[in-house]
């Protein structure tokens, strides 16, 4: 408790797990009033458990000026899931609710070419995560670390055959994600980005498919053009809602 009181009074900038925190709700909601009461300048970023998040967790954020960094999806494809041996984040719908309600730019962590996965469920969980309610994404590739079971042994976790990676261990290539279909990762991740932002285009468009439908559009527009078809959503223009 001292060290935190010290970090919230004199540091630039405190990132703070909040599975550090001793793992029940009670515990980091006191350590928050903490650095709460201590905070003068100093910018916090913590790495929420949905589990503990209230109204009251949001509540001591914000006395704390703090903000969650982001929430980790990853992927809601639960084959990913079991193989990559994590729970399912998404799951979680209406914590993940009450986080963006109060915090509304925390962004999805997700996780291009996990064991198990694929570029069709690559696209189903950038889809799930629209339909969340996301509006910030951050997409990164899939990296080898040292010490863990996939460095141990790729192949085995990566169906088989000859898995591709850099000298720093991003993954390049693997049996789901060959080169071959590279193009098809690359337009998804723009799509998202540029989708994520449009929640008002996101409720109009929940009849006919919510995050899927956005994505799908996202997909085959210019950024202009999205922009602009956004606008004639929000105007609800008869002849545009009938081709759309």
């Given at each position: 408790?001292?060290?935190?009181?010290?970090?919230?009074?004199?540091?630039?900038?405190?990132?703070?797990c909040?599975?550090?925190?001793?793992?029940?709700?009670?515990?980091?909601?006191?350590?928050?009033?903490v650095?709460?009461?201590?905070?003068?300048?100093t910018?916090?970023?913590?790495?929420?458990d949905?589990?503990?998040?209230?109204?009251?967790?949001?509540r001591?954020?914000?006395e704390a000026?703090?903000?969650?960094?982001?929430?980790?999806?990853?992927?809601?494809?639960?084959?990913?899931?079991?193989a990559?041996?994590?729970?399912?984040?998404?799951?979680?719908?209406?914590?993940?609710?009450?986080?963006l309600?109060?915090?509304?730019?925390?962004?999805?962590d997700?996780?291009?070419?996990?064991?198990?996965d694929?570029?069709?469920?690559?696209e189903r969980?950038?889809a799930?995560?629209l339909?969340?309610?996301?509006?910030?994404?951050?997409?990164?590739?899939l990296?080898?670390?040292?010490g863990?079971?996939?460095?141990?042994?790729?192949?085995?976790l990566?169906?088989?055959?000859?898995?591709?990676?850099?000298?720093?261990?991003?993954?390049l290539?693997?049996?789901?994600f060959?080169?071959?279909?590279?193009?098809?990762?690359?337009a998804?991740?723009?799509?998202?980005?540029?989708a994520?932002?449009?929640?008002?285009?996101?409720?109009l468009?929940?009849?006919?498919?919510?995050?899927?439908?956005?994505?799908?559009?996202?997909?085959?527009?210019?950024?202009?053009?999205?922009?602009?078809?956004?606008?004639c959503?929000?105007d609800?223009r008869?002849?545009?809602?009938?081709e759309?």
């Amino acid at each position: 408790r001292p060290h935190l009181d010290q970090a919230a009074r004199h540091g630039p900038h405190l990132r703070i797990c909040d599975a550090h925190f001793g793992g029940s709700a009670a515990r980091a909601k006191r350590s928050l009033g903490v650095v709460a009461r201590s905070n003068r300048r100093t910018s916090v970023k913590i790495h929420p458990d949905l589990a503990h998040f209230d109204d009251g967790y949001a509540r001591l954020a914000r006395e704390a000026n703090a903000e969650p960094t982001s929430i980790g999806v990853q992927t809601t494809n639960r084959a990913s899931l079991r193989a990559i041996r994590r729970t399912a984040t998404h799951d979680h719908r209406e914590a993940i609710a009450r986080v963006l309600s109060h915090f509304p730019r925390t962004p999805a962590d997700l996780i291009v070419g996990l064991p198990g996965d694929d570029p069709e469920g690559l696209e189903r969980t950038f889809a799930d995560v629209l339909s969340m309610g996301f509006r910030a994404v951050n997409v990164n590739r899939l990296r080898i670390f040292p010490g863990t079971a996939l460095a141990a042994d790729p192949p085995g976790l990566m169906g088989g055959r000859e898995v591709v990676h850099t000298a720093a261990g991003q993954v390049l290539s693997s049996p789901s994600f060959p080169a071959s279909r590279a193009g098809e990762v690359a337009a998804l991740v723009p799509a998202l980005e540029s989708a994520a932002p449009l929640e008002r285009t996101r409720r109009l468009l929940a009849p006919a498919g919510g995050g899927a439908a956005l994505l799908g559009l996202a997909r085959v527009a210019e950024p202009a053009d999205l922009m602009r078809i956004r606008g004639c959503l929000l105007d609800r223009r008869p002849a545009l809602a009938g081709e759309f």
